[in-house]
Nanobody
Framework: QVQLVESGGGSVQAGGSLRLSCTVS????????LGWFRQAPGKEREGVAAIYTRGGYTVYADSVKGRFTISQDSAKNTLYLQMNSLKPEDTAMYYCAAGPQAGGEWYRARRYNYWGQGTQVTVSS
């Protein structure tokens, strides 16, 4: 069974940085997409960024472009999300997710088969 385990969340002041990690194990597809999502209380889960393992293509939500960077270390089976210039509105539970590379728009949660348990990010003003 595929497992995703996030780490790296925490509390930081506005303007600060955090790096989230997600270890992916036992994935069954040869090529796939790995994504980061977030969900704030009372809001829907939204796509933050994704990376396609074939070619390393990356995509970002407009709200995080220029501030967040998604990357992967294939040797370590680890996905990262470097978050800089954090804002209070970035406060949310962050989840990593994995799905087949061909499966629809990257930002739609339903296209991902597997999810981590989430890690909390809190940004204070």
């Amino acid at each position: 069974q595929v497992q995703l385990v996030e780490s790296g969340g925490g509390s930081v002041q506005a303007g600060g940085s955090l790096r989230l990690s997600c270890t992916v194990s036992r994935y069954t597809y040869s090529t796939y997409v790995l994504g980061w999502f977030r969900q704030a209380p009372g809001k829907e889960r939204e796509g933050v960024a994704a990376i396609y393992t074939r070619g390393g293509y990356t995509v970002y939500a407009d709200s995080v472009k220029g501030r967040f960077t998604i990357s992967q270390d294939s040797a370590k089976n680890t996905l990262y999300l470097q978050m800089n210039s954090l804002k209070p509105e970035d406060t949310a539970m962050y989840y990593c997710a994995a799905g087949p590379q061909a499966g629809g728009e990257w930002y739609r949660a339903r296209r991902y088969n597997y999810w981590g348990q989430g890690t909390q990010v809190t940004v204070s003003s």
